[in-house]
Every structure is written in C-alpha cells, then in structure tokens.
C-alpha cells in the first residue's frame, strides 16, 4: 500500500503528522513518534514572548549599571538575540534533525512582524526542514477592523518568508470572513503549506466562584467538522499543500480529512490520550479501510469527497443547511411541560 504523500514539496511516507504538543518537544518521544510510524513532526512553538523576554533579560543585565558604572556594560561578552534568547529550542531543533530522519517542522508563534522574527532564519540554519507560523491572536480591541487583522497575519508571514528558504505553513484561525479569500491571499504572500485550524481555547466560567476556567480540553471527533468543510471546498483550488488538524480520534477522521482533499493530517489529543503508539494504530486502520475499498494508494483517495470532485458541490453551501433545518424530525412524544 503505499502511503505516501508531499506536504509542501516535502516527500513524506504516509499523511500522519504529529502536531506541535510537548510530546514533539522531547527527543525520547520525537523518537518514539518516529518509531511509531510519524511521518513528521511539528515542534511545539517558540513563542514571540520568550524570545522578547530573553531580549529583555540582556538588556535589564548590560543596562543596570549604566548610571553608575558605564564601563560595566564592555563587561559583558557581546551577545546577539541568538545567543541568549531560548536557545534551547535551537538545540533542540538541531539535536532532532540529527536524531531523526522525518521532517522536523518547527514552529514560531507571534502577533507582531518585528525583531523576533529573526528566529526564524536562526531555526533554518539549526536544520528544520519546514516552519509553521501561529499566530494566535484574538483581537479583542474591538476598534479593530477585519482588514487589519488580516493584514496583520500577511505582514508576519512576509516578515518571515524573507527570512528563510525552508516551506513554511500557517496554522490558520476559522474565524475570517471569508477562509478562502485568506488562503489565497497568504498563498500569495508565501505560505507553502495552510494547517485547518488553530485550535482556539476559549474560556469557561466557574458559576461557584466566579471565575475565569482556562483549562485545556483535547479535543473529539465530533470538532473535524469545520475543518471538513474548509478541506472540501478549498482542495484543488489552492496551490498550498493543506493539513487537517484537529479532532482525530480514530482512523475514521483521518480517512475523511484525506477524502475531503487533505495533503496530511495532524494529531495531538489522540496521542495524548492514547500513547504515543497510537500512531500505529490509526496507520494500520486507514490501511485497512484503503484496502477494504480497493485503493492502492492515499494518491487515489485524496480528494475524491472535495467540493470539486462530489456530483452534488452545493452539499457544502446553503441550499444544504435549508434542507438540513426542514428536514429535522421533532420527536414531540419527548417534549416536557
Ligand atoms: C498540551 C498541548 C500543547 C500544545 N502546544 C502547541 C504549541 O506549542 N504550538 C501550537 O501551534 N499548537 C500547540 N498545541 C495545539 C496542537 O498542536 C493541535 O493543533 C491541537 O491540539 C488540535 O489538534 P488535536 O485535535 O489533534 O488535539 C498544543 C496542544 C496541546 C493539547
């Protein structure tokens, strides 16, 4: 059977990639994702506010005695952001390259196109063979319109894109006007690779106390929806390879993602739940369905359930939601009061 696929123009030996988590953070479980059957692995993010910070912890350091002691400055070795910001991430990103032989995609996580950027030609140059930009960002100003937070994710990718010769991706927000226009708009700004979706955790209120709950839920099956559609509709129409990145459970999720046109298919909850050895099991399982039905490859089955390709493209679009809301049963024997 053979499995294979590319994820912007990197040659990969199936569609399973294990999504930026702590799991991807560790060289013990880079391996065991390795061993298990990932095809690649997204590292968990450098965030903009690390970096910033070890900026600002050499600053605080070559500034403190300025008022009274200038030449205290000379006394430090010179430094560049490089070398003091998280270096731990570029080793781990060299001690990864080394120690794997899939792709190792890191990933940088800001909302601002300024200094930090930089890390971005720093992390090529320690041997990430791809780089996924989040930007997780919710504008809660509410002065701000919906042109320039697109703006403000064209602006980074750009920053970035000038900075390296790696393929970069960018874990992508649902909540744009129009998903389409977007993707083709960061396309032309350089994205090689589109991630559906940046999974957005959004707060819960504890009633007892009255408090703000940020706990962190893995996510279930039942979320591939949104990005099913957005995979549907936008496959075949956009040059960028597309990943599918939420709610895989099972092989079932993963069997979808590619009918509805996705180039890979990420994973985090599963293997966090599951042991990193779920990775096997979700291979063996679309191997199982592909040959149930006679595919001898994920080439063939690729899109083949893509707005494009089905006989019905209005299946994705209003005419469908009208006969969905007509066509639901109320079971009144069931109706209290
Ligand atoms: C504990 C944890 C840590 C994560 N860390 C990152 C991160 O550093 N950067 C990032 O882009 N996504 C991060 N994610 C999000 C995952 O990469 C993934 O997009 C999300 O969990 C949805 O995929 P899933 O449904 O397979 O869990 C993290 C998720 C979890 C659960």
Redesign the pocket.
């Known amino acids: 059977m053979d499995l294979s696929t590319r994820y912007m123009g990197l040659a990969l030996k199936n569609p399973l990639v294990a ?4 799991l991807t953070g560790n060289l013990d479980s880079i391996r065991q994702l390795e061993d298990a059957g990932a095809a690649a692995i ?1 590292m ?2 450098l965030f903009q506010e690390e970096i910033e910070a070890g900026e600002a912890r050499y600053h605080a350091l070559t500034t403190a005695y300025d008022d009274s002691w200038p030449e205290a400055a000379t006394n430090f070795p010179v430094m560049t952001a490089e070398k003091l910001a998280p270096h731990h991430y570029l080793d781990l990103v060299r001690r990864a390259s080394a120690a794997t032989s899939i792709p190792v995609i890191a ?1 940088l ?1 800001g909302i601002t196109d300024d200094g930090w950027i930089d890390y971005a030609k720093w992390i090529e140059q320690a041997g990430a063979q791809g780089l ?1 930009l ?1 930007v997780y960002f919710i504008p809660a100003d509410i002065a701000m319109t919906g042109h320039e937070v697109e703006q403000r994710y064209l602006d980074i990718l750009r920053a970035v894109r000038a900075a390296v010769s790696i393929p970069v991706s960018v ?1 992508l927000s649902p909540y744009f006007s129009s998903i389409g226009h977007m993707a083709v708009a960061l396309q032309e700004a350089g994205a090689d690779g589109l991630v559906l979706f940046n ?1 957005f955790y959004q707060p819960d209120f504890d009633i007892v106390n009255l408090k703000v709950v940020t706990d ?1 839920r ?2 279930e099956p039942n ?1 591939i929806r949104l990005p099913l559609l957005w995979l549907a509709v936008l496959a075949g129409r956009v040059k960028a390879s597309l990943a599918a ?4 459970t099972t092989p079932d999720e993963i069997v979808k993602y590619l009918l509805a046109g996705a180039d890979v298919v ?5 293997l ?1 739940r599951q042991g990193v050895g779920h990775i096997a099991v979700l291979l063996a399982g679309l191997e199982a369905w592909l040959s149930a039905r006679e595919f001898a490859s994920v080439g063939q089955m690729r899109g083949i359930m893509s707005q494009r390709k089905i006989k019905d493209p209005q299946a994705f679009e209003r005419t469908n939601y009208l006969k969905i809301l007509q066509g639901y049963r109320v079971d009144y024997t069931n109706r209290r009061g």
């Open positions: 999504s930026a988590s702590p997204v968990p993010s990933s996580n996924e989040n874990k999974r962190l893995l996510s979320e990145a939420t709610g895989v990420m994973t985090t909850s599963s966090l």
